[in-house]
């Protein structure tokens, strides 16, 4: 079983920046991937960014791509999502999630809900224009 409590979220004005954090706390589970997904009122979750734990190998959806970026640090058991240059439409509930995938499938779906089976209660992200 593994726990996951994200953090970090806020409210930013278009333009600036904010590090959500997901501190993981396992028991006897071990994950190989980790995500980022986000939620908007009315619109399906969305992958934002996806990890490999092993080697940190990292994804990203193309409306965040060059602005956000995913990190782990295994020593701390944190996953991060640095989020810069945010934009109106980046305002949404956000969760990380852990999963254990194959490592050959996993960059056709790191974006795809059902890759992972852990999720956070969510934080929420709101940037005003």
């Known amino acids: 079983q593994v726990q996951l409590v994200e953090s970090g979220g806020g409210s930013v004005q278009a333009g600036g920046s904010l590090r959500l954090s997901c501190a993981v706390s396992s028991y006897g589970y071990y994950s190989t991937c980790m995500g980022w997904f986000r939620q908007a009122p009315g619109k399906e979750r969305e992958g934002v960014a996806g990890?490999?734990?092993?080697?940190?190998?990292?994804y990203y959806a193309d409306s965040v791509k060059g602005r956000f970026t995913i990190s782990q640090d295994n020593a701390k058991n944190t996953l991060y999502l640095q989020m810069n240059s945010l934009k109106p439409e980046d305002t949404a509930m956000y969760y990380c999630?852990?999963?254990?995938?194959?490592?050959?499938?996993?960059?056709?779906?790191?974006?795809?809900?059902?890759?992972?089976?852990?999720w956070g209660q969510g934080t929420q992200v709101t940037v005003s224009s």
């Open positions: 999630a852990a999963g254990r995938y194959n490592r050959l499938s996993f960059g056709g779906t790191w974006y795809v809900p059902s890759t992972y089976n852990n």
């Open positions: 990890i490999w734990n092993s080697g940190g190998i990292t």
